[in-house]
């Protein structure tokens, strides 16, 4: 008879070990998911480095079964989110776990006790640890993820269905690929539209300036908490997430991919596209035991000597409130396509994640004839 489940708060050197090693155990040889840097992962969940946690509070938990850790998760309140939204929420993130429902349900009571315990009225998630990091739970599309999207089992949405959970909102994301670059008619019908709507509102496009790089950043700052701040669970960054997220983008960045847009003069919005650098990771395959200095080679390696990347995320585009409905996001999406497509190397482009709420952007994707080919699912369970 197997030993019972039980879930303890992580506290000591460890049980940390054993939390932050868990996803390479779970995920152990699966084809699709992707291995982070130690390094990044390590700055994810380190409190004193990762800058949400200037407002956020939480508690890493890890189930067990005698000696082994069968899954872990994180329960944290965001102070901002429930200002912001005036709601009075917690959160889970971090969820990992092996198919055993009676570990994940234990997990997840565990978190939900945690929040309910603080007088909180619901729990969400998962999300790892804002909007702007991993969200969402995969329950459609199970292929390899893109550069700073989640991955999971496909048996992670009856374990958190079963144990109580709800639907709360989805997040679509959409594929172009160059085999079908035909159907999209950039060169037909959209490219009217967008010179129309251009010309109509005095919309202008231009690439980020590479030799003002660093005023160009600046201005992408400011676009973008204004851009977002009437979506769904969108919190603004803190002037220290915001230098933190151009620092990490800045590791993968290509200028190539970066475009602003001005209306009349001013500026309006953006769109940025990220190389995929997690082709490059699936390759280097870094891992608990292995130096992070072998696992840099072997990633320079296939990002600049055998370079294997041939799709383009494109996590940001953003257009300010006065801007919207005159086609600054059709002539943003359009020139990102554009460019992905007479991109010598790209062969593929991911324009997500999208809110299935922000039925505006949706439409715009689905009159390209782009496809959703993954969807992300918020949960909740109330109180």
Not at 44 to 51: C, G, V
Not at 137 to 142: I, R
Request: net charge negative; aromatic share 14%.
């Amino acid at each position: 008879m197997s030993n019972p489940v039980t879930v303890r708060k992580v506290d000591n050197a460890q049980d940390f070990r054993a939390f932050f090693e868990f996803p390479w155990r779970v995920y152990h040889n699966d084809p699709n998911w992707v291995p982070p840097l130690l390094s990044m992962r390590r700055e994810l969940l380190d409190k004193s480095k990762n800058p949400a946690w200037e407002y956020m509070e939480g508690d890493y938990f890890a189930a067990w079964r005698g000696d082994q850790i069968v899954g872990t998760i994180v329960a944290f309140i965001n102070h901002r989110h429930n200002e912001f939204h005036q709601e009075h929420i917690g959160w889970f993130g971090a969820f990992e776990v092996y198919d055993d429902q009676e570990a994940a349900t234990a997990l997840l009571r565990t978190a939900a006790e945690w929040v309910r315990e603080r007088g909180y009225d619901a729990i969400r998630g998962p999300q790892t640890f804002t909007t702007h990091e991993d969200c969402g739970l995969l329950v459609d599309g199970f292929m390899r993820p893109v550069l700073l999207m989640p991955y999971n089992h496909p048996y992670y949405q009856s374990l958190v269905e079963n144990a109580g959970f709800t639907k709360v909102e989805d997040l679509y994301s959409f594929h172009m690929s160059r085999e079908k670059s035909g159907e999209l008619e950039l060169d037909g019908r959209l490219r009217r539209i967008t010179e129309s709507a251009m010309r109509r509102y005095k919309i202008t496009i231009r690439q980020i300036d590479r030799k003002r790089l660093k005023e160009e950043f600046e201005l992408f700052k400011e676009l973008y908490n204004t851009a977002w701040d009437k979506n769904w669970g969108f919190v603004p960054m803190t002037p220290r997430e915001l230098d933190n997220l151009v620092e990490s983008l800045g590791q993968f960045f290509d200028p190539d991919f970066a475009f602003f847009a001005d209306v009349d003069g001013e500026p309006a919005g953006f769109v940025l596209g990220i190389p995929d650098f997690n082709q490059v990771l699936q390759k280097a395959n870094p891992r608990p035991g292995v130096p992070e200095a072998i696992s840099l080679i072997r990633a320079l390696y296939y990002w600049k000597i055998n370079p294997v990347i041939d799709w383009v995320r494109i996590p940001l585009l953003g257009v300010k409130e006065a801007y919207r409905k005159k086609g600054v996001d059709v002539a943003l999406y359009f020139t990102i396509l554009d460019a992905c497509l007479n991109h010598d190397r790209i062969q593929h482009s991911d324009g997500g994640w999208i809110l299935e709420s922000n039925q505006a952007m949706v439409s715009v994707a689905k009159n390209m004839n782009l496809d959703i080919y993954k969807t992300h699912r918020f949960y909740e369970q109330r109180f």
